[in-house]
């Protein structure tokens, strides 16, 4: 009999310690979103609105981190060595994913084997814009300015190998001009001196942009998306003001690092593509400026692998230097 018992509750530990992991459900403490920028710029707004709707529906913190520097790699590099349990994301985008490889010998980890991608989140403009005493009003007259100028016009950037300092470059391929770049921290960093003309010009993203031309703290004179923006209709694309083909946009989304449980990645999917479809989310992102995506994991993986060899034609054929 008492053979019998001892098996009886050994039985009983095994069951136990078999059954606790799966009544763990994830997740049940503090997650953390890694942003590669300054505190409101695109990338922050979305991670904020997003980990707020989180935190609503699991009951949990979901802190947001800015981790600015290196046009988002530090970051980037920070999530890919980080443990793979769903408790460390990242929102990142195409400057550190698929821009980067092209710009750097190498980089401290592999956009496509490094990451879980759980879901794009958003995509935005750019806005070419200048201070208010700028003596340009259209695209044409920055062009006009720069060539009367060679090598004397500044813009700032959000940093190396972001879709601002791509389209900066690209315009200046494009228009045949030269005008020196100026790297920042994050859109935000930036904005101070743009504002006192301290910069001549900016490829900045459009959530900062619209409020102050709005205001009249600083003039918009183009987008960078192929279509106009919603934000600001009357803006004329960049192709509509004589670069046809221009687009400079850039697309943020959540990853987890690599070998992150299927399950935690299709949950977290889940929850995203649902708070996306909000109307209080829709409505957030609409005001500024940002379009939502929601895609699958397998699709974002394949949006990453596609447009890194098409980055690299624009940066080889616009002879782009990391020295930019």
Do not use: C
Request: hydrophobic share 45%.
């Amino acid at each position: 009999m008492r053979l019998i018992v001892h098996a009886l509750a050994a039985l009983t530990v095994l069951l136990t310690a078999n059954v606790a992991p799966a009544q763990t459900a994830y997740p049940n403490r503090a997650v953390h979103i890694l942003v590669g920028f300054t505190p409101g710029t695109a990338p922050d707004v979305a991670a904020r609105i997003l980990g707020a709707k989180f935190s609503e529906d699991w009951g949990v913190p979901f802190v947001v981190d800015n981790v600015p520097g290196a046009g988002s790699n530090i970051a980037t590099d920070k999530v890919a060595k980080s443990a793979a349990d769903g408790y460390t994301l990242l929102m990142g985008g195409n400057p550190s994913l698929v821009i980067s490889p092209s710009l750097y010998d190498k980089l401290p980890y592999d956009p496509e084997k490094d990451f879980a991608p759980i879901s794009q989140v958003f995509v935005a403009a750019n806005v070419l814009s200048v201070p208010p005493e700028s003596p340009a009003k259209s695209v044409a007259d920055v062009v006009a300015l720069a060539k009367a100028h060679p090598g004397k016009l500044t813009y700032g950037h959000a940093g190396i190998g972001t879709s601002q300092h791509l389209g900066a470059e690209l315009f200046k391929y494009m228009a045949h001009v030269d005008i020196t770049a100026v790297a920042y921290r994050g859109t935000t960093a930036l904005m101070p001196d743009l504002l006192a003309g301290r910069l001549d010009l900016s490829f900045a993203n459009i959530v900062n942009v619209i409020p102050l031309a709005k205001d009249g703290k600083l003039r918009a004179l183009a987008v960078t998306s192929l279509k106009r923006s919603a934000l600001a209709p009357d803006l004329p694309t960049m192709a509509e003001s004589g670069y046809p083909g221009f687009e400079a946009v850039p697309w943020f989304g959540l990853l987890a690092p690599a070998g992150t449980p299927p399950d935690i990645v299709n949950k977290l999917h889940d929850e995203t593509v649902k708070a996306l479809g909000m109307p209080d989310v829709k409505k957030q992102f609409a005001e500024t400026g940002l379009e939502p995506i929601g895609n699958t994991p397998a699709e974002f993986a394949a949006a990453i692998k596609t447009e890194t060899p098409q980055w690299a034609k624009v940066i080889k054929d616009a002879g782009i230097k990391l020295s930019n």
